[in-house]
């Protein structure tokens, strides 16, 4: 850059200082330890020139104290901006583990407070990329009342603007709150671990050794504790995902989803649905197979895939509009409620009211898990928010029952009852307060002790109850489902369907909020 | 500070035997066998369905599974695994592989008393995490047992047909 | 008398096969349709279908005597041919046959009873004075007889089922001290199988090779032999590829050994088609070991290289006509390979891979026959073998035969399910196999993969899994996104949600 004179001189010095910031054994760093660096994410995150970076120069609060030596270095170990992912306008911050340790002191706590009003005026979603040892010691309260800021932030934009938020290094302490109150939580394996307090208390406190793999890593959080939704091997996968993931939701809350251009290779009518379904009611199948063969190809981005895998959740595109989706999965667990998939569902579903996203239901449960286990965890009230959440959400909702839809289960599963829009049904469901193995053995207890052969009896009984009672034409004659459908033309009539239910808008009652169940 | 963005210039398709194919971006669709370079070309029809087209050869192919950058592809009969690695990707994996001294075994226990109904893996194979394992069968459900990490099967000690209690360990997986 | 219509008991490719005959014969068929494979290609080429799929099937319907006797009346049926596997070596199916005056295509009962045994069978080759590996006479009631006889015999020995083959209720032993150990395993897998416990015990050859005696005979006593098959190259004791001839014989052995054959067949008063089994040693010795009394898997090899057409022959005899020849008229000419394509995964050492043939296309050579009981969009079921194709490749001789089917499993097209292709392909080219030299051993123990690593098809894969990982992440198009469309919506609505907050 040749500008003379001496008005230039300074802005090139600190462009020198900052590349000198930023040298290659600065990236070496994150490198060697397979990770890349704040910068790189940013640039792979981000359309190509399209970001553009805010107080790039500023430096940490305290220079000279008396723990610890603070050197003068330009950013405060974030890099915030803005830029466009996939032609839009997206808010993102980037914890650089190179500069402090990505610790987090009041300057990068205001750098990201900054960001985050923006990202509320503009009314566009905030990426934030955690990479940070944590709160400042150094900085006492003021790192603590940093984070307290960024916090109430989110929660001030919370199911106004998407947030999502990556883990790409450690995020202990008070910095797990972060994602815990973002809408989704994409982490990388190996090189990246959440906890509220790490190994080293465990080992004061309990004598335990563990490691910090295993009590906060990847693994752990995206299969046992349910905090992170997705998990990727290394970062350019999660860096790609997210921006795919990102293409689903609309800016901001007011806003449809984008439409994206649907190459049509779907077909409407596929006999294949037919097959799906076993006719051994036992029998499990993937719903996954009813999904890809429902929704536009290749569409199908599941969410929280490890955690609750008897509960399928996932963002979906019909005729390029996006949907959501909430499955019962019957090969897992038999596809039944329990605690985990209920608040699975149920936090999914929220997003999806919040941000104007219809939502799909595929239900195939036979009810809630039995046990001492799961009652004395509260199955009563986890189970109650996925029915709080279906019944309050105010976006198009339609339930499509493929096999059983027993009890209390099938109030749950977004019944037309609960404000479901449409309701259809597969000629295979079975709808009924109770299974015909329960049922029967209930009704005909008489019949059943007196028989001579019970068995055959029994078998006999249940066929008639599947007959009789528990299918689905009685529902549909007494209009609590819509229509018994042929499962070949299942997509044509949910796009229909959805179509019709478009302009949908159901005026919310006047209060502050309700009192969901927690 | 607004960067070049790092241009992926190279990819490479590691095989589950560690063989390593490097290919340039933009991905041509031609490929190098000896000094020279051929086309290939995919192709779908009705009478063949999908196949490679290389030298006026038409091969069989399908794409049995992919999951993010693993795919493992059916090429005239024969199965491959293959995970899709960027420069940068493949150092960290051999940063991470420096990590980890011993091997880490994952060890799948029966979650609830039951009946294995059908074991879906055999010694050796490879499996990816979320991939079914075994089939219990519990409180009359069929219960899907998935594989919780990507690896490689070490041990099979569930039986089709017998009964488990809690806890009993059914594979054994070697991550990774 | 005179056939005119013909209940096949069987499904696959044999019942295809025997279909195929029948109507040049001008016979019609008819077969089962079961609830497994209601679309099975059998079924949509007989001249009758007996529809059983209504049929709970708790005995499968090729193995209910019962039924099918019943379907036989029924539909009025002059024969019944049983096909191979199944109730092909029931006596007592043949015989209920015969008590319902419909005509068995095969050999009279009292011989399917006395080959079937395989003790009653050595006996008769005793006394014949066929070869035969030495063995004990009579079965092995307990431990102490068998060790006995094994000490009589001298190890290694075998000890084998005495009501069936395939492997089952068989164990080599090579150690008096697990004699005892094998021994029950033997009886215990052998009572499983074939609801007798009953075992016998012979020298066990050390990897001989496998040669069977096609044999042909009438109701007028003409027994004839069509040349050998080689069977060696086996996998758990199933065949995998056949051969006819053997390039390990000579003109006399074949005279010799095919004497013998025809010799046993004789024993029993055989007639119609059957296969007389053999092992030969390295020094050219052969045993006697077991008559099959049935029509095999691999008669195609035989049929191609004598002209004659097995089927036609088995029902002509069934009919009580006589040969069209003797044993003088039988001429070998050529080669031929048969390779048995099933359904099943070579990479994970053969295991069956059921599931739908969405493409399949066989090559239409001069040289090569196909015979099939599948199309496109069949189903390899598991309740039944996992053969997708056997093909049959005929050459002017050995090395023209191999050649041949280089050139003819490479025009094999199957999508859907994995194939052993990979594993012929492999075969043809290996050095053992060429020069006819292996064993029964030899695909057990001498190698070490069952497939080829083609370098550039590895890469072609790797390229394609490039290819598909660059389309869904780094194509500049691979999201092509509307935005602006997402920003449109009715007044009305924009309008509601705006006021709502």
């Known amino acids: 850059m040749d500008l003379s004179g001496k008005n230039y001189k300074a802005f090139i010095e600190r462009q020198e200082a900052l590349k000198k910031q930023y040298s290659p054994a600065n990236a070496e760093k994150q490198h060697s330890k397979g990770k890349l660096t704040a910068r790189e ?23 000279t104290v008396e723990f610890g030596k603070l050197e003068r270095t330009y950013g405060d170990g974030v890099i915030v901006g803005h830029g466009k992912i996939n032609g839009r306008l997206v808010f993102a ?42 709160a400042r010691i150094q900085e006492g309260v003021a790192s603590l009342s940093g984070y307290a800021a960024i916090f109430h932030n989110i929660i001030n934009s919370s199911g106004i603007i998407p947030q999502l938020c990556v883990i790409m290094g450690p995020a202990a302490g008070g910095a797990v709150y972060s994602p815990a109150l973002s809408d989704f939580v994409f982490m990388v394996n190996r090189t990246s671990y959440m906890f509220v307090t790490g190994p080293n208390v465990v080992k004061e406190v309990l004598n335990e050794e563990i490691s ?31 921006k795919k993931f990102l293409a689903y939701l609309p800016s901001n809350n007011v806003e449809n989803p984008p439409v994206h251009t649907d190459d049509g290779s779907t077909p409407d009518i596929n006999e294949k649905l037919r097959d799906i379904v076993p006719d051994d009611p036992n029998k499990a199948y993937d719903v996954k197979d009813v999904i890809n063969l429902i929704i536009d190809r290749n569409s199908f981005f599941e969410t929280a895939e490890l955690y609750a895998p008897n509960l399928v959740t996932g963002f979906a595109r019909l005729k390029g509009k996006t949907i959501g989706i909430v499955a019962n999965q019957p090969k897992v667990l038999a596809g039944v409620l329990d605690i985990d998939s209920s608040t699975k569902g149920a936090r999914f579903i929220r997003f999806c009211d919040a941000f104007n996203i219809p939502i799909l239901t595929l239900e195939d449960v036979p009810g809630f898990l039995p046990g001492k286990d799961q009652e004395h965890s509260g199955i009563i009230r986890h189970g109650a928010k996925l029915l709080f959440a279906y019944s309050e959400a105010s976006v198009p909702r339609i339930t499509v029952i493929l096999r059983k839809a027993y009890g209390g289960a099938f109030i749950v599963m977004n019944s037309k009852s609960l404000g479901g829009d449409f309701s259809f049904a597969w000629p295979t469901a079975e709808i009924a307060v109770m299974g015909p193995d329960g049922a029967v053995a209930i009704l005909y207890r008489r019949e059943l002790a007196e028989s001579k052969n019970p068995a055959e009896l029994k078998k006999e009984l249940v066929k008639k ?54 | 500070m607004n960067d070049e963005k790092p241009e992926i210039k190279k990819l490479y398709a590691l095989s ?87 091997a880490e075994s994952e060890v799948i226990k029966a979650p609830m008393p039951g009946k294995i109904i059908d074991v879906l893996v055999r010694e050796g194979a490879a499996v990816l995490r979320g991939e079914p394992l075994l089939i219990l069968e519990a409180m009359k459900m069929q219960n899907e047992i998935q594989s919780p990490v990507n690896g490689h099967i070490t041990r099979v000690m569930a039986k089709s047909g017998t009964n488990v209690m809690k806890d009993d360990v059914l594979i054994e997986i070697k991550v990774g | ?87 092909a070596e029931n006596a007592y199916f043949a015989q209920k046959c015969i008590e319902n005056k419909i005509i068995f295509i095969g050999p009279s009962p009292d011989a399917i009873y006395k080959m079937g045994n395989k003790t009653i069978a050595r006996e008769l080759a005793m ?28 190890y290694p020995v075998i000890i084998k089922a005495a009501s069936g083959g395939g492997g089952r209720g068989m164990r080599i032993v090579r150690k008096p001290e697990e004699l005892e150990k094998m021994f029950l395993i033997a009886s215990k897998e052998a009572e499983k199988a074939f609801n007798d416990p009953s075992v016998f015990i012979e020298k066990y050859i050390e990897n001989p090779k496998h040669i069977e005696f096609q044999i042909l005979g009438d109701t007028k006593g003409n027994i004839v032999h069509l040349g050998e098959r080689e069977c060696s190259i086996q996998r758990k004791h199933q065949k995998l590829l056949e051969e006819a001839p053997s390039s390990a014989l000579d003109d006399n052995l074949r005279e010799l050994m095919g004497s013998m054959a025809v010799r046993m067949a004789r024993a029993v008063g055989y007639y119609s088609a059957g296969t007389v089994e053999f092992l030969l040693d390295s020094d050219r010795n052969f045993y006697f070991m077991e008559m099959n009394t049935r029509i095999q898997v691999e008669h195609p090899v035989t049929e191609m290289i004598t002209g004659i057409d097995l089927i036609e022959q088995q029902i002509r005899v069934a009919s009580g006509e006589a040969l069209a020849f003797r044993q003088k008229d039988v001429r070998i000419k050529g080669w031929s390979i048969e390779c048995r394509i099933n359904a099943e995964d070579v990479q994970a050492g053969f295991a069956p891979d059921p599931g739908k043939i969405e493409k399949l296309v066989l090559p239409s050579d001069p040289y090569v026959r196909t015979d099939t009981g599948v199309r496109a969009g069949s ?10 194709a056997k093909l049959i490749i005929t050459g002017t001789d050995r090395k023209d035969a191999i050649r041949k089917c280089k050139l003819a499993l490479d025009k094999v097209w199957i999508k859907g399910v994995k194939t052993t292709l990979p594993f012929f392909r492999m075969l043809v080219r290996n050095p053992v196999f060429i020069d006819g030299t292996f064993t029964t051993a030899f695909i057990e123990k001498q190698l070490d993969k069952y497939y080829l690593n083609s370098e550039y098809e590895e890469m072609l894969a790797a390229w394609l899994a490039t290819r598909l990982f660059v389309d869904e992440n780094l194509r500049r198009d691979s999201i092509s996104i509307d935005y602006e469309n997402g920003k449109e919506m009715s007044p009305w609505l924009l309008n509601k949600r705006i006021n709502q907050f």
């Open chain 1, 41 to 63: 994410r940013i640039n792979l995150l981000f359309d190509s020139g399209s970001f553009e970076e805010i107080d790039t120069f500023v430096t940490p609060a305290q220079q």
């Open chain 3, 1 to 87: 008398m005179k056939i005119k219509r013909l209940l096949i008991a069987n499904r696959g490719e044999i019942a295809v096969r025997i279909i195929s005959t029948a109507r040049e014969m001008k016979i019609e068929t008819v077969v089962v349709r079961n609830a497994n494979e209601p679309d099975a290609m059998y079924v949509s080429l007989a001249d009758i279908v007996f529809d059983n799929t209504e049929d709970p099937e708790e005995i499968p319907v090729f193995l209910n005597i019962g039924r099918l006797i019943e379907i036989a009346i029924e539909t009025k049926c002059d024969a019944v041919h049983p096909g191979y596997g199944f109730l």
């Open chain 1, 93 to 134: 911050y980037s914890q650089d583990f190179t500069v402090m340790g990505g610790s987090l002191g009041l300057v990068h706590a205001k750098k990201i407070a900054k960001i985050q009003e923006m990202a509320l005026k503009m009314g566009a979603p905030i990426i934030g990329m955690m990479d940070s040892g944590g």
């Open chain 2, 16 to 102: 589950s035997e560690n063989r390593r194919f490097t290919f340039s971006l933009p991905l041509k669709n031609t490929i190098r066998i000896g000094k020279r370079s051929y086309a290939v070309t995919l192709k779908s029809d009705e009478k063949f369905g999908t196949y490679i087209l290389l030298k006026n050869r038409k091969y069989p192919v399908e794409v049995v599974r992919s999951r993010q950058n693993r795919y493992e592809i059916l090429f005239n009969d024969i199965s491959y695994t293959f995970t899709i690695e960027t420069p940068f990707s493949l150092k960290r994996l051999k940063v991470l592989r420096s990590y980890s001294g011993k």
């Open chain 1, 212 to 242: 910090s793999e295993e009590l906060g890593g990847a693994e752990v959080h995206g299969r046992k504790s349910g905090v992170a939704h997705m998990i990727y091997e290394d970062e350019e996968n999660t860096i790609m995902a997210l």
């Open chain 3, 379 to 388: 189903a390899i079921v598991s309740s039944y073998d996992s053969m997708i």
């Open chain 1, 465 to 518: 109850y599947r007959d009789k009672i528990a299918n689905p034409f009685i529902a549909d004659e007494l209009g609590y489902i819509d229509e018994v459908i042929d499962p070949a033309v299942t997509r044509k009539k949910i796009i229909s369907a959805f179509s019709a239910l478009s302009n949908k808008w159901v005026k919310v009652p006047a209060r502050k909020h309700g009192n969901m169940p927690l």
């Open chain 3, 127 to 154: 006394k014949q004075g066929i070869p035969m590996a030495t063995g004990s006479r009579g079965n092995i009631g307990n431990e102490e007889e068998a060790a006995a006889a094994a000490e009589l015999i001298g």
